[in-house]
């Protein structure tokens, strides 16, 4: 989905969005809506 600005976590590697797996899906959901909630509550 162009989200290539991760650089750290289990999605640092360079595979490409075809082939994420279901884990680094999660953690990037996760956290971008833990980042969502920390800016929301600023």
Known sequence: ????VISEGPA?????DATIS???AIY???FMI???L???TQ
């Not at 989905?1 to 290539?4: A, D, H, N, R």
């Not at 640092?12 to 490409?16: D, E, F, G, I, L």
């Open 1 to 4: 989905m162009g989200m290539e």
């Open 12 to 16: 640092a590697s360079p595979a490409p």
């Open 22 to 24: 279901d884990s680094e």
């Open 28 to 30: 990037n959901a996760t």
């Open 34 to 36: 833990r980042e969502a």
């Open 38 to 40: 920390i800016l929301a």
